[in-house]
T-cell receptor, first 113, second 111 residues
């Protein structure tokens, strides 16, 4: 089954404690990206990757890091989480180029206290 | 001005009616436009994409694009209660690598 898998689904953490949200896709997609979704603000892109070792900033990259060492994985790293990073996070993948993010992961609800 | 704007709603329509959802965008060079549906607590799912001016139909859904007016719309015919969701308009920017989403319009279809 074609899918994008995020882990964990829910996470409560404390300010400053480094965390990683994993994202894996099994469709051999070149393009992957991370979004956060907040009420009234919609989905905002954090980082995207066009292929292995190629990443770029989206609209709200501050406080986040990513890496793309393998095609299937695109982890999101919060080195020092803060309460304003409390949000619903989605990973997405697409074939690449002008193809849309046709596949979203299930989402990770992060709370930073 | 937001890059992609949608009326947040909620938009309420009776079952069987046509629901009309609208979206405007600011990047005049955008070439790819999408509509996603998101049920509460779920991830977005792509329902329509449109790349050229005019209408594109897929079942009960019709996407309409007017690049001169920088306007995209989604019509849902014969609306069903199961169509109740938030509909997100998304635009691929001129560079072709960043997708900008609107904040979404909540649709309620009353049985």
């Amino acid at each position: 089954e074609a899918q994008v898998t995020q882990n964990p689904r829910y996470l409560i953490t404390v300010t400053g404690k480094k965390l990683t949200v994993t994202c894996s896709q099994n469709m051999n997609h070149e393009y992957m990206s991370w979004y956060r979704q907040d009420p009234g603000l919609g989905l905002r892109q954090i980082y995207y990757s066009m292929n292995v070792e190629v990443t770029d900033k989206g609209d709200v990259p501050e406080g986040y890091k990513v890496s793309r060492k393998e095609k299937r994985n695109f982890p999101l790293i919060l080195e020092s989480p803060s309460p304003n990073q409390t949000s619903l996070y989605f990973c997405a993948s697409a074939l690449g180029g002008s193809a849309p993010e046709a596949f979203f992961g299930q989402g990770t609800r992060l709370t930073v206290v | 001005q937001k890059e992609v704007e949608q009326n947040s709603g909620p938009l309420s329509v009776p079952e069987g009616a046509i629901a009309s959802l609208n979206c405007t965008y600011s990047d005049r060079g955008s070439q790819s436009f999408f509509w996603y549906r998101q049920y509460s607590g779920k991830s977005p799912e792509l329902i329509m994409s449109i790349y050229s001016n005019g209408d594109k139909e897929d079942g009960r859904f019709t996407a309409q694009l007017n690049k001169a007016s920088q306007y995209v719309s989604l019509l849902i015919r014969d609306s069903q209660p199961s169509d109740s969701a938030t509909y997100l308009c998304a635009v691929l920017n001129t560079g072709g690598f960043k997708t900008i989403f609107g904040a979404g319009t909540r649709l309620f279809v009353k049985a």
